[in-house]
C-alpha cells in the first residue's frame, strides 16, 4: 500500500483544513515546493495536491504552484485534484506533466462526463468522492447530496477510471483515526483501485489498511498527521511496505 502525502494549496501556501472548512485552516508552509522536497526526501512516491481555491471557484487557481513542483520534482507521479470541471483543464494539467487527474464535483453532477474524459485520457481519470456518512458531498464539501457513495462509485466501474479517492469528510483533517468499515465496504463493493483518505493518524491506522479483509485498498492519504508528527512518513511507509509483503 502506497502512503500519499497530502499538500493542500490555499492562496499559494501549503495548508490543511479541517473537515473541508476554508475558515478553519492551518498554515503549514509558505513553501509547498520545498514542502514537497521534504516528503520525497522521506520516502514519498506519489504526491497528492489539492487546489483548494480551486475546489471552490470551480477552476485551477494555484497552478503556478502546481507547475512549479511538478518542475522540481519531474519524475515524481503526481495526481491533482481541485477545480478540474472540463476537458481544457484536464489536457492543461497533463500537458504540464501531471499523472493523474482528479474529477469530483464534475463527476457526481455529470457522471457522463467521466466516461468521455477516461476515453479521451486513458489512465489519467481519478475520481474523487467524498463522503460524509455514505453520502456524498460536493463543491469543496459545501453540499452534502442524497447520492450514496457505493451506488456511485459502481456506476464508473467500466469506464476506465484508474482510481477513486475515497474521503471520509466527517473525519478529515480530525485526526480521529480512519474510518475502516466505510473504505472497505467501498473497496469490496467495485474492482476500481481505491485511495483512502480522512482521519489518517498514527500506524495503527496503516495497520488497520494493510490487514483489511480487501486487497483493492491501493494507497492511503496522509495530511495533518505528518505535519502535525503523529504519523512519520518514512515510517509508515515502511511498515505499509512491510505489511503489504513489498
Not at 481541485?82 to 464534475?106: Q, V
Not at 463543491?139 to 447520492?147: C, F, K, L, R, Y
Not at 451506488?151 to 477510471?161: C, K, P, S, T, W
Request: glycine share 12%; with cysteine.
Amino acid at each position: 500500500m502506497l502512503l500519499i502525502p497530502a499538500i493542500d494549496l490555499k492562496d499559494g501556501k501549503c495548508v490543511r483544513l479541517r473537515q473541508g472548512r476554508m475558515e478553519d485552516d492551518t498554515v503549514f508552509s509558505n513553501d509547498p515546493v520545498e514542502m514537497a522536497g521534504r516528503w520525497v526526501m522521506e520516502g514519498a512516491r506519489r504526491l497528492h495536491l489539492v487546489d483548494l481555491n480551486g475546489a471552490f471557484a470551480g477552476q485551477p487557481v494555484n497552478g503556478e504552484v502546481i507547475q512549479a513542483i511538478r518542475e522540481a520534482y519531474p519524475s515524481l507521479p503526481i495526481q491533482v485534484g481541485g477545480g478540474i470541471r472540463d476537458e481544457a483543464t484536464i489536457e492543461t494539467y497533463l500537458n504540464l506533466g501531471i499523472d493523474a487527474c482528479i474529477i469530483g464535483t464534475k463527476a457526481v453532477k455529470e457522471p457522463d462526463f467521466i466516461s468521455t474524459v477516461c476515453r479521451e485520457f486513458p489512465g489519467s481519470i481519478i475520481v474523487g468522492l467524498d463522503a460524509k456518512e455514505g453520502m456524498v458531498a460536493i463543491n469543496g464539501w459545501a453540499e452534502v447530496t442524497d447520492i450514496d457513495v457505493v451506488e456511485l462509485a459502481r456506476r464508473f466501474q467500466d469506464d476506465g477510471v484508474s482510481a477513486i479517492v475515497y474521503t471520509d469528510i466527517g473525519r478529515d483533517g480530525m485526526l480521529a483515526g480512519v474510518n475502516l468499515e466505510a473504505t472497505v465496504n467501498l473497496a469490496n463493493a467495485v474492482s476500481i483501485p481505491i485511495i483512502a483518505s480522512g482521519g489518517i493518524t498514527n500506524l495503527d491506522d496503516i495497520r488497520a489498511l494493510c490487514g483489511a479483509s480487501t486487497r483493492n485498498i491501493m494507497g492511503a492519504i496522509t495530511g495533518r498527521a505528518i505535519y502535525e508528527g503523529t504519523l512519520d512518513f518514512g515510517e509508515g511507509q515502511r511498515l505499509a511496505d512491510q505489511l503489504s509483503g513489498v
